[in-house]
């Protein structure tokens, strides 16, 4: 499909909702090693949105890659390799253990770019939230389209992580947690549990850490590092980690109501870039 093509795919919407259960709640707690309550009416960790509303397919409308097949909400793009590139969110309310939750789901752009891989696609979803409270999370979610893996291509260059950060944690990802976080967001994407799909077709060395599962983690240990809930984050998804490694959980002191985060890889090489901001 050709980038004039495309144009058409911009302005268009989707609305969906999701409840906020205990049982979900339960679900996500266990697999955080975390043990809370959830009485009703209680609001929930704000970041915790992002593993409601999956994007539920029926298995006749799911691609080779384990995604939903593109050209009903998002646009058909004929780029075989779709990542996430990062998100902008913000949280004005607070979703609550009960809440029947609304969905608001925009495309706002869509951008050719090329790279060292070869073409690439951005497409830009702005997804709001709402419940009982009004408005609670809004997010910008950038998705990246590009070619498949060139044999012999060598890999891109890395960024060292900052070597004095304020506080550390290390994380060890391992098949058994990227089953639950696909499990409890329902995400089929073969990458991050086919490993004979992830090496033979997707090019990887092994399985990929979700890049939604590196920024919880990362968040959960920023949260625990200074005490206190975000009101906002921006992050960047550098490059893929992988199982088989620790990964460093890193980040700064809060500053002006603002504090940096980042994941590295076991070489010290920068994977997500994150900042974070507190209320003052």
Excluded at 193 to 201: L, Q
Excluded at 255 to 265: N, T
Aim: charged share 20%; hydrophobic share 40%.
């Amino acid at each position: 499909m050709t980038t004039p093509d495309l144009a058409q795919w911009i302005g268009r919407t989707r609305e969906g909702e999701d409840e906020i259960t205990r049982p979900a709640l339960r679900r996500i707690a266990a697999m955080l090693d975390r043990s809370e309550d959830f009485a009703p009416g209680t609001p929930i960790p704000p970041h915790w949105y992002a593993m409601f509303f999956p994007e539920i397919a029926p298995q006749s409308a799911i691609g080779a890659d384990g995604h939903p097949r593109r050209g009903d909400f998002l646009p058909p793009i004929d780029l075989p390799r779709r990542m996430f590139a990062g998100r902008r969110v913000t949280f004005p309310g607070v979703l609550r253990v009960g809440d029947i939750a609304a969905k608001r789901s925009e495309i706002v752009s869509i951008t050719p770019k090329t790279g060292r891989s070869g073409r690439m696609m951005f497409v830009t979803v702005r997804h709001t939230i709402s419940a009982r409270d009004g408005v609670a999370v809004v997010e910008e979610q950038d998705l990246v389209y590009r070619e498949a893996a060139a044999p012999g291509v060598a890999p891109p260059d890395t960024t060292p992580a900052p070597s004095d950060p304020a506080w550390r944690e290390a994380a060890h990802p391992d098949p058994v947690l990227l089953f639950r976080y696909s499990a409890v967001t329902f995400n089929g994407d073969r990458i991050h549990y086919d490993v004979d799909y992830t090496r033979g077709i997707e090019g990887y060395p092994a399985l990929v850490v979700n890049g939604g599962l590196t920024l919880l983690l990362l968040l959960e240990a920023a949260i625990r590092a200074h005490g206190r809930q975000p009101v906002s984050v921006s992050v960047r998804n550098i490059r893929p980690l992988h199982i088989g490694h620790d990964i460093t959980l890193a980040g700064s002191t809060i500053l002006a109501g603002k504090a940096a985060a980042w994941a590295a890889d076991h070489t010290g090489a920068l994977a997500v870039s994150a900042e974070i901001g507190y209320p003052f």
